[in-house]
Nanobody
């Protein structure tokens, strides 16, 4: 019963900022990488950013320099700070995480949140 819940989405003008958060909860052994994807209408879901369990950060070229991913290990959360937002950033943003849940196994399962809407419009 691992669950990921996103928060922080909303409507913002171009050039504005939003901060998305995602909390993982439930019966977990270890959380490995955490990240964000997004899906705009009529487009496939695309990867946005990832942060490893060691804190290594990676970004898609489209958001590099504008978005910052971080995590709080104690709270099992991952955050996406979005600055200098553009209309093309409009999408549903999904949180995901690789998590081990079976005792005695190191197998990781990919979990996803329900998504939060981000709309950038004037």
């Amino acid at each position: 019963q691992v669950q990921l819940v996103e928060s922080g989405g909303g409507l913002v003008q171009p050039g504005g900022s939003l901060r998305l958060s995602c909390e993982a909860s439930g019966s977990m052994l270890s959380i490995y990488s955490m990240g964000w994807h997004r899906q705009a209408p009529g487009k496939p879901r695309e990867w946005v950013a990832t942060i490893s369990n060691f804190g290594k950060m990676n970004y898609a070229d489209s958001v590099d320099g504008r978005f910052t991913i971080s995590r709080d290990y104690a709270k099992n959360t991952v955050t996406l700070q979005m600055d200098s937002l553009k209309p093309e950033d409009t999408a549903v943003y999904y949180c995901n995480a690789d998590i081990s849940v079976v005792p005695g196994s190191t197998v990781r399962y990919d979990y996803w949140g329900q998504g939060t809407q981000v709309t950038v419009s004037s």
